[in-house]
């Protein structure tokens, strides 16, 4: 189907943007942690 480079690059950029979720979560500190709607962080 997809050549590995593409999937490569779209793992990358899911795990980037995991990355950036984690640390958005990291500084709003305890209260990101009873985040209870998280699809505000689209």
């Known amino acids: 189907m997809a050549d590995p480079e593409c999937a490569l ?3 990358d950029a ?3 943007k995991a990355l950036a979720f ?3 979560i ?3 500190g305890p209260a990101g942690i009873g985040l209870k ?3 505000t962080a689209t």
Do not use: D, L
């Open 26 to 28: 990291a500084r709003k």
């Open 37 to 39: 709607a998280p699809s």
């Open 22 to 24: 984690a640390g958005f």
């Open 9 to 11: 690059w779209r793992r």
């Open 14 to 16: 899911m795990y980037s």
